[in-house]
C-alpha cells in the first residue's frame, strides 16, 4: 500500500509562492495520473491539478495560470508550484491517485495572509 507524505507548506503573504511536494513510501510509476486536492475551513475537499504519466495536466478554474504540477516518478515525487497566491488558496493541501484513491496522508497547511 503506497503511503502518501505531503510538505511544503506554511504561511505566505499574498502574492507570494510555496512548492509543495507528495512523496510516495513506494512507486508511482505505474499510478496514471496524481492530482493535488485541498480542503478549505468549512469546505469539500476539492481537486485542484492532475498530472498524467505521460505529462498531461488540468486545472480547476481557480488555479489555472497561477500553479503548476509536476511528476518526477525516480524520485516518487508529484510537486505542486504555486505562484501568486491569493487568501483564498488558504487550505489543507493533499495528493492521491486521481482514480484509484489510496490512503489519504496528513496534508500540508497552506496559509495566505498578510
Known amino acids: 500500500q503506497v503511503q502518501l507524505v505531503e510538505s511544503g507548506g506554511g504561511l505566505v503573504q499574498p502574492g507570494g509562492s510555496l512548492r509543495l511536494s507528495c512523496t510516495a513510501s513506494?512507486?508511482?510509476?505505474?499510478?496514471?495520473?496524481m492530482g493535488w486536492y485541498r480542503q478549505a475551513p468549512g469546505k469539500q475537499r476539492e481537486l485542484i491539478a492532475v498530472?498524467?504519466?505521460?505529462?498531461?495536466?488540468n486545472y480547476a478554474d481557480s488555479v489555472k495560470g497561477r500553479f503548476t504540477i509536476s511528476r518526477d516518478n525516480a524520485k516518487n515525487t508529484v510537486y505542486l508550484q504555486m505562484n501568486s497566491l491569493k487568501p483564498e488558496d488558504t487550505a489543507v493541501y493533499y495528493c492521491?491517485?486521481?482514480?484509484?484513491?489510496?490512503?489519504w496522508g496528513q496534508g500540508t497547511q497552506v496559509t495566505v495572509s498578510s
Open positions: 492521491n491517485d486521481r482514480f484509484n484513491e489510496r490512503s
Open positions: 513506494g512507486s508511482i510509476f505505474s499510478i496514471y495520473a
Open positions: 498530472v498524467t504519466n505521460g505529462g498531461n495536466t
